[in-house]
């Protein structure tokens, strides 16, 4: 594994502030882990390969550490079920299928309902729905097995969770706490102890007692991280909590180069997108191409600013090798953008098509291991 | 009942504030709730009789309506488990003693041992120990029916509670916030919205969908009335939520004229005193007699500002007409304060051998009725 440099294939996504994330947060480089992970004979993940994944908190000490000795380990993330499905959440769920089908890492998935309701102001019964039929739904058709995956909401965890959440408070400042998310309303504090319940409840024995718990997130997610291993490090006498690990991955961009997210829908492939709609989108996308075909023959594209590279890289073209190629013959000029948008759109039909096969009797199952609130 | 005057035998405790109280927060005199009581044929405590309980929140509206039309109506008071059982303690038991056997009221009784351990740093084996043992042990041996109340923690309260707290937070603004409580920190955060579910879960379906709640308070806790009303109103429509009830009694004084408090012991008669103390204690006491014998009999005592006379109103001497002739007497310069003293000694003396006679088997009967939190 090469260090990111500029003609890497795989460093096409800029980190903004990664010097300031390694030096002023602590977060550190992904790249020394797996050099420990492949002498300890463990599997690399596609995005840890390709340095998506570029950064991590003790995640040598928590996960490869409890991996060696054969301990018990869980992955934990969270979605706000406030819109629709869509490759930026799938770029969580295949870190997931990595921990449970390569580790056998078990799998937690909070769905924050409250939080839901509260910031998008989505009323109640709208939000199960989503949770349960587009993000549980989608979960498992991408192959999450539902027997090994915890999936539940946060309104409905049970009260050694919430026990948490009220004993949490008690030490967390409140200067602590506008340090860590800038500012301290109602919502926010009980938002954020929520999260900080739900990365670290899943330590007691009520909930299976995993000691070692990763949570994979972007950088924008690091002040939970902080606040949960603050609070694991203050309750590790009375609840005997273990600070729990984070991976830090770059986010996959919009079709436009801008953000991906259910808001912005003409640059954002939602997995339930029919595909004339997704072809249209696809076909509109950004790409690091130049103003004529004879200039971009001659100088070669450009992938790293290109969206629909960023596509094959975050795992649309599963194969290293052919990424490769794919990077090199568009560097070369010999790979030009309509043939390259062809190409990405006969493997995206394929993927959607195949998932959508799955996602509506992935709905039925969802609603069989989820349990909803009753309110 | 007379209106209350300085030469009122009830008039005793001054009330600061009482105008800003009625004025400003919109609380009502409770005297013209008493006299549509009496014309409604209901029963008046002790505390109401006597002015003790001086204003409410729609008392009327939803307790007095509910008892007329013979809808299940709840009473629900909280307790922080982080000090020893007192007489200003004792204030809330009574009332909470009248709801059940004189009006039929079905009582909630809070255990907040979150806020005990986060605010007090208690560890939380012994806020469990002394929530059980001294709390509620004390309102049973005081003649709660532990079969018809329900008494329990706010960490161990199940799901729906928890759901409210969540659901609530995304409904108060920071500024609103403030405004109620002064200042914003995590735990004040948590523990606010928990006295909010506190108050108004018993309305839903989950815990006996009582929605008729009074919550008896002395005014310092009003601000948790306000939140808890303004948010049953944001949630009327969503959760069916109806505004709760208030009534604000003035706080039994301690032996020197100041609080009486926990913290406190040499001016406070804590119910498990051993008889010895207490007599100390209350010999010390501080009274309104004058310098001398000869000029007490001459310009007779001032009950007013007793704090032996606070014993007897609050409830130590049971009969309206006793008290009024103790209160002439003193007034009178008859009872002089060594005879009155050892009268309040002799009927204090039978009140704790009394109860403490019944604590201990009150003790056993209050594991069993209390669900104990795991941790």
New interface residues.
Partial sequence: MAEPSSVDPWGTVKIKDYDQLVKVFGIQPFHTVMRLMVEKGLPLSLHMRRGIIFGHRDFDKVIVSALERGEKAAVLTGFMPSGRFHLGHKLTVDQLLYYQRSLGVKVFVALAD??A???RRLP?EKVIKLAVEEYVASMIALGLDPEKTTFYF???????Y??L??????????SE?QDIYG?????K???A??QAADILHVELE?YGGYKNVVVPVGADQDPHIRLARDLADRFSR??GLKKPAATYHKLIRGLDGGKMSSSRPDFTIFLSDPPDLARRKLMAALTGGRATAEEQRRLGGVPEACTVYDLYLFGLIPNDRELRRVYEDCRGGRLLCGACKRMAWNLLEEFLKNFQERLEQAKEIAWKVVEA???
């Avoid at 959440?165 to 409140?174: D, H, N, W």
């Avoid at 500012?183 to 919502?187: Q, R």
């Fill in positions: 409250a939080e309701y509260s910031v109640r946060q309104t409905n965890r049970g009260t050694p919430y026990r959440i009220q004993m949490f408070s008690g030490k967390v400042t409140a706490f500012d301290l309303t109602p919502a504090v009980v938002a102890l929520t009520e009375d609840l609130p009753s309110f």
